[in-house]
Nanobody, 117 residues
Framework: QVHLVESGGGLVQPGGSLRLSCAAS????????MGWYRQAPGKERELVAT???????NYADSVKGRFTISRDNAKNTVYLQMNSLKPEDTAVYYC???????????WGKGTLVTVSS
């Protein structure tokens, strides 16, 4: 069981930056993978970025070069640094954690990111 709490969402202008944080109630050493998904109005939830306990990362093509996923094991926290934000990045961003390779995923409640002038 993992409890996830996201923070850092808000309103930002195009070209701006935000950093999202996700704190886990469990040691990161016991979590196989953590990541971020997002869901825009009227669209399905999509993968943004993931990172495994071994340090492997994966990004959606739409965010490569702009977003960076990282984690602080001492704080059991994963981050998503978002730069050069675009209006199409507007969505609710959800943190996810997976204890085992094919284990049940856990989800945070989401944090809203709005990119608008």
């Amino acid at each position: 069981q993992v409890h996830l709490v996201e923070s850092g969402g808000g309103l930002v202008q195009p070209g701006g930056s935000l950093r999202l944080s996700c704190a886990a109630s469990r040691s990161s050493f016991s979590i196989y993978a953590m990541g971020w998904y997002r869901q825009a109005p009227g669209k399905e939830r999509e993968l943004v970025a993931t990172t495994t306990s071994g340090g492997k990362t994966n990004y959606a093509d739409s965010v490569k070069g702009r977003f960076t996923i990282s984690r602080d094991n001492a704080k059991n926290t994963v981050y998503l640094q978002m730069n050069s934000l675009k209006p199409e990045d507007t969505a609710v961003y959800y943190c996810t954690a997976q204890i085992m390779v094919y284990g049940m995923p856990y989800w945070g409640k989401g944090t809203l990111v709005t990119v608008s002038s």
